[in-house]
């Protein structure tokens, strides 16, 4: 049976409500009572919430009657009739103790925590104003024609023979080493090596090229002004000639 004062649900053998302790108008002892107001009883529990909070006090009063004073303890939230020893509202689950109510933390999205102390600072700060720590800016907006190898590109563009009717394009490569042979220069030239020709080196922002094949054919065509070192082989004609200064 459900209490009158509190609205819990009883068995029908208790006298006395388990939530609040007060006297069941269904025990044994009013059962004659409770059965000559069934029909109202039936009408009660259509719209059970609305009804509960208007029955009779303990007393037999009114609730609605009752000097403000007097008035028994009610939820702080929705105003349901409470016993004095119920900590939470039967109606709408609310603790009476406002302290121990849990309530969501309030963020503020223009703060941010610093990650060594833990200190909300503003979110434009550029250091934390407790331990000094420097927040990472964000980069700018990236240069969609800018070159990702920080300008380590170069092309080679095959040269044709005497009385070689073909046009070629330029090849491209990319990267601080690159490794030259047949495959990836002319793939049909059986006087470049399948291994390793030459090595190109992008180094101090500037091209550099040595030698790498076995037979020592790798050479530069002087077109300009060169610089000379030590150990250098100048090819005049068909004959090779070291250099030293």
């Known amino acids: 049976m459900r209490c009158k004062n509190c609205g819990w649900e009883n068995p029908d053998t208790e006298t006395r409500c388990a939530k609040c302790n007060s006297t069941l108008s269904n025990s044994p002892s009013n059962l004659k009572q409770t059965e000559r107001q069934a029909p109202a009883m039936q009408s009660e529990s259509l719209n059970l919430k609305s009804t509960v909070r208007e029955v009779q006090n303990n007393n037999g009063s009114p609730i609605n009657s009752i000097p403000q004073e007097n008035k ?3 939820c702080h939230k929705c105003g349901y009739p409470l016993a004095e020893n119920m900590d939470e509202c039967p109606m709408c ?32 700060a550029l250091f934390c104003s407790k331990c000094g720590h420097k927040f990472q800016t964000r980069n700018a907006t990236v240069n969609n024609w800018m070159s990702p190898n920080k300008g380590a590109f170069c092309t080679l563009k095959p040269i044709a023979w005497e009385n070689e009717a073909k046009e070629y394009n330029p090849i491209t490569y990319s990267g601080d080493k690159i490794v030259l042979n047949r495959a990836n220069t002319d793939t049909n030239n059986n006087s470049i090596t399948s291994k390793e020709q030459a090595i190109l080196s992008f180094e101090n922002d500037e091209w ?4 790498a094949s076995e ?31």
């Open 72 to 74: 028994p303890k009610q």
């Open 215 to 245: 037979m020592k054919t790798t050479f530069i065509q002087v077109n300009r002004k060169t610089k000379l070192k030590d150990g250098d082989v100048i090819v005049l004609g068909n004959r090779l000639f070291e250099f030293k200064g």
């Open 208 to 211: 550099c090229i040595e030698n």
């Open 93 to 124: 689950g609310s603790y009476q103790n406002k302290k121990e109510e849990v309530t969501p933390k309030q963020v503020n999205i223009s703060l941010k925590t610093c990650p060594s102390c833990g200190n909300n600072v503003e979110f434009s």
